[in-house]
């Protein structure tokens, strides 16, 4: 059945869902812009696509993986970003810490109560999972583009 849904509409149904739609808001749209008829369990079915990549992502080793993310994609190298890192180490240790890790945490809450906000009711844990993954993969390409000058 998901087979008559190519990859490039599939992949736009869950871009929708991404952003806070729910499967009877996509079924609507489509059904309203482009007059095509997809049922909101199968909306369900095509989201659940991304299922083996939030395994993925969850077996993914951490260690290696944050410290490229802040350092290489964030930072880029320490040496060329010194003047604005010098700042940053003036504070205490204990300044510091609270500093980087309150912001991130407090984004990381922020954009997920806001990609969760527009649904009332998840039937079962894994739906929950499927919007939160998705919505982090979203946001979280916030977090490793260049810092701009």
């Known amino acids: ?38 049922s909101a369990g199968m909306v369900s079915i095509i989201i659940d696509r991304v299922i083996p990549r939030i395994h993925e992502w969850q077996n993914r080793p951490l ?18 970003k010194w003047p604005e890192l010098a700042t940053f180490f003036q504070f205490p240790e204990e300044v510091r810490t609270i500093i980087y890790t309150t912001n991130s945490v407090e984004s990381l809450h922020r954009q997920q109560r806001k990609a969760t906000k527009t649904t009332s009711l998840f039937p079962h844990d894994e739906e929950l999972m499927k919007l939160l993954w998705l919505a982090q993969e979203d946001f979280t390409k916030k977090w490793t583009a260049p810092i701009p000058n």
């Open 1 to 38: 059945m998901t087979n008559h849904i190519g990859n490039e509409v599939g992949e736009k149904v869950i871009a929708m869902y991404q952003k806070g739609m729910t499967t009877r808001d996509i079924h609507d749209h489509l059904q309203d812009i482009y007059g095509v008829e997809v």
């Open 63 to 80: 260690e290696a993986k944050g410290k490229r993310n802040f350092w290489e994609s964030g930072l880029g190298k320490i040496e060329d």
